[in-house]
T-cell receptor, first 115, second 111 residues
Framework: ETGVTQSPTHLIKTRGQQVTLRCSSQSGHNTVSWYQQALGQGPQFIFQYYREEENGRGNFPPRFSGLQFPNYSSELNVNALELDDSALYLC??????????????FGPGTRLTVL | GDSVTQMEGPVTLSEEAFLTINCTYTATGYPSLFWYVQYPGEGLQLLLKATKADDKGSNKGFEATYRKETTSFHLEKGSVQVSDSAVYFCALTLTGNQFYFGTGTSLTVIP
């Protein structure tokens, strides 16, 4: 059973550009959540997808968008990058409809630097 | 809004010392509570969880009890090891589709 994988590991972009981050869920998991973790801070919830539909969203602007595909892999897209978007982006997959007792399995993250 | 507050770090302990990391929460309902651990160079891993009041989560010698009356979920371990050095995050969710994490507490255990 493979765990959650993310690509790329590191990414450098300039302000105003767009970026796409990718996540492959753990086998059999149909729910994926994305988080932003600034240096020295805890993860901040961006959104969650369940069976290709957005199932919850945190306090992030619309330029943060996502997709979940039929194979349950997922993308996080960020448009019009700002310097404050520099962070570690984590995805986490879980089995089920994202119930409160579901265990989330985290990927290693993508480190995004915006210059 | 819903939130988690955990004790400031960093925490430095000698091996075999007793560990407590405080976590309190604010929630509009009855959340599920979690402790996650992030070892150096690795991703977040679930350490333990509790889904209702008075439940005790435990794993790898760590314990935390869901206290509704004090809105707390403090993490404890009776005897820490060097291998426990990591960053610990307290988290909650009400519905499972939105999670709130604390800012993390860095623990260093010295031999």
């Amino acid at each position: 059973e493979t765990g959650v994988t993310q690509s790329p590991t590191h990414l450098i972009k300039t302000r105003g550009q767009q970026v796409t981050l990718r996540c492959s869920s753990q086998s059999g998991h149909n729910t994926v959540s994305w988080y932003q973790q600034a240096l020295g801070q805890g993860p901040q919830f961006i959104f969650q997808y369940y069976r290709e539909e957005e199932n919850g969203r945190g306090n992030f602007p619309p330029r943060f968008s996502g997709l979940q595909f039929p194979n349950y892999s997922s993308e996080l897209n960020v448009n019009a990058l700002e310097l404050d978007d520099s962070a570690l982006y984590l995805c986490a997959s879980s089995l089920g409809a994202g119930g409160p007792a579901d265990t989330q399995y985290f990927g290693p993250g993508t480190r995004l630097t915006v210059l | 809004g819903d939130s988690v507050t955990q004790m400031e770090g960093p925490v430095t302990l000698s091996e075999e010392a007793f560990l407590t990391i405080n976590c309190t929460y604010t929630a509009t309902g009855y959340p599920s509570l979690f402790w996650y651990v992030q070892y150096p160079g690795e991703g977040l891993q679930l350490l333990l969880k509790a889904t209702k009041a008075d439940d005790k989560g435990s794993n790898k010698g760590f314990e935390a009890t869901y206290r509704k009356e004090t809105t707390s979920f403090h993490l404890e371990k009776g005897s820490v090891q060097v291998s426990d050095s990591a960053v610990y995050f307290c988290a909650l969710t009400l519905t499972g589709n939105q999670f709130y994490f604390g800012t993390g507490t860095s623990l260093t255990v010295i031999p």
